[in-house]
């Protein structure tokens, strides 16, 4: 099946800096999420991108397909970013595999 | 407000205990999942329902035990579960099968003793 790697697996930054999170992928995808689980365990979609770059306020996200890994943005990062981010695709297996994640700590 | 609810957020159970895992998707979704997050471990895919039919059994346990009355409920019948089986359980839905976002509940922590 599909391999998804996440790096890094552990990020501590101070408020206010800007931070990249990648995700590779083994295989071509039809689905590509990126989550946030807040300390409570609930995951927050942050954006559906099979492909090409998408903004959302201080976050966006880039995936290149061809080249099979994605991208995440975060800019002026905040206390509240904290937390894990996941990223997770789908070869058309109708399966959503998750990786490892990456563990974003936003000190004050 | 998520469009998908998940009941009892926290759950303990001993061996022997007969429990059920409840989810519920306002979103007019008609695939609904059920994943285990244990520690330090990343999501693992359990079963998968579209149209109220099982379509993903990912070799789990008889212990657990899917039900899906209709598109937008979706339950787990727990029973002589082990320890090892205490994790996060989180309900998701999405248009269909392989199609779209996929939406998570909040999750039901369960602890086994």
């Known amino acids: 099946g599909i391999q998804v790697e996440q790096s890094p697996p552990d990020l501590i930054l101070q408020e206010g800096a800007n931070s990249t999170l990648r995700c590779n992928f083994s295989?071509?995808?039809?689905?590509l999420q990126w989550f946030h689980q807040n300390p409570w365990g609930q995951l927050i979609n942050l954006f559906y991108?099979?492909?090409g770059t998408k903004q959302n306020g201080r976050l966006s996200a880039t995936t290149v397909a061809t080249e099979r890994y994605s991208l995440l943005y975060i800019s002026s990062s905040q206390t509240t970013d904290s937390g894990v981010y996941f990223c997770?695709?789908?070869?058309?297996?109708?399966?959503?595999?998750f990786g490892q994640g990456t563990t974003l700590q936003v000190k004050p | 407000e998520t469009g998908v609810t998940q009941t009892p957020r926290h759950l303990v159970m001993g061996m022997t205990n007969k429990k059920s895992l409840k989810c519920e998707q306002h979103?007019?979704?008609?695939?609904m999942y059920w994943y285990k997050q244990s520690a330090k471990k990343p999501l693992e895919l359990m079963f998968v329902?579209?149209?109220?039919?099982?379509?993903e059994n990912n070799s789990v346990p008889s212990r657990f035990s899917p039900e899906c009355p209709n598109s937008s409920h979706l339950f787990l019948h727990l029973h002589t579960l082990q320890p090892e089986d205490s994790a996060l359980y989180l309900c998701?839905?999405?248009?269909?099968?392989?199609?779209?976002?996929?939406?998570f509940g909040e999750g039901s922590r369960l602890t086994v003793l």
């Open positions: 998701a839905s999405s248009q269909h099968r392989g199609a779209g976002e996929l939406f």
């Open positions: 295989d071509s995808v039809n689905n």
């Open positions: 991108i099979p492909s």
């Open positions: 997770a695709v789908d070869s058309n297996t109708g399966k959503l595999i």
């Open positions: 979103l007019g979704h008609n695939a």
């Open positions: 329902y579209n149209f109220k039919e099982q379509t």
